[in-house]
């Protein structure tokens, strides 16, 4: 008998951005979060903003936190790196305290690490100073609460990398 | 063309209980305002934010209109977020643009085929339910109270003079009474009180 694959269930997710009082998801989609949306989407007290640059995602969730708002952004690590100068400008020299929860597109915990997006993750984060967790499945739930923890304490984004590309969001 | 000090005079009396976000034209508006705690003078976190965060602030204050006032060059960054606004469709956020034509802080290099760009017609074609083109101050000044009794998201473009900026970073003196942070947390607190 096969044996059940442990995964990150969307449900997961979202019952965590609930826990935290999340009001807004800033997103753009990526490769391991689709079931994820559509979750997300169906339910009315979360306002989904999508944008066209994961970029923007800081200035606009800087904004929901100046009006009084808990936004959280969801995007891929591709979108992370192309959002580096937004990041350091709105999230870190304003201490705005937001989580992003992050689809870590090319991660392996086995064999060699073949698309770059993977490879420059961690370093980015390194290089940015921000405070990161590995979430692999539904056993690191408690991770997610510690990435708005973490975003809190330090009043600045802290990021949850989500190592589930193949299954789990994707089923 | 626009001068920015004193269209910001001229709009001071339709202000209101609104928040500002007065974007690069801020080193103005810290000299006129009547309201500070409602005022993100923030200056440049990082270019092409302004319409993100006013976006953000809108959408977390739906009762509280929000006048941003954005900038040629940071909607050339960030030209996507038209699509954003107009599909979020915030009913109190007035999107007013300076175009100066130039990046004006850097020396007054030329802002990418700044004299061709229609702003307000890209503005609609993204699906702003409004949007209008002013060249002259008392043109603006007349429809400014119709402009501002209608619902938004309404994009305002205007032609403004430039004011270019060429001496080093380092030396310039700063125009922000209060640090960036210090007006997220008096803005939030305003907003949360």
Redesign the interface.
Known sequence: MAEQADVLSPETVYQKFKEHGV??VIWLPDSETNWLHTLLESDPEL?M?????E???????????????K?VILIQNTGLMESG??I???LK????PVALIVGYRGYTRHGATKDTAATYTEPFLNAFRIDYYLVESDRDADRISGVFELAEKQMGPAVALIADEFHGFNR | MINTAEMFRMFLPHRGDAIVIPGRGGRHWVEITDNEKLD?T?G??????????????????PNKKVYLFDSDGDIHM?M??L??IA??APKNLYHFMLDNEIYATTGGQPVPNAKVVDYAAIAKAAGYPKACSYTELKDLEKDLPDILNSDGPIFVHMKVLPEVQNEAIGTRKPWNPRA??KV?TD??GE??K
């Open positions: 009001t807004h306002t903003v999508g944008v066209g640059r970029g923007n995602a800081a200035a606009i969730a800087s904004g929901l936190y100046a009006g009084g708002a936004p100068d937004s350091r400008g709105w020299s304003l201490k705005i | 993100a923030l440049d976190p990082a270019m092409g934010g302004h319409s993100g965060f006013g976006l953000g602030i809108a959408l977390a204050q960030s996507g977020m699509t954003t599909e979020q960036r942070t997220i803005v939030r907003l949360t």
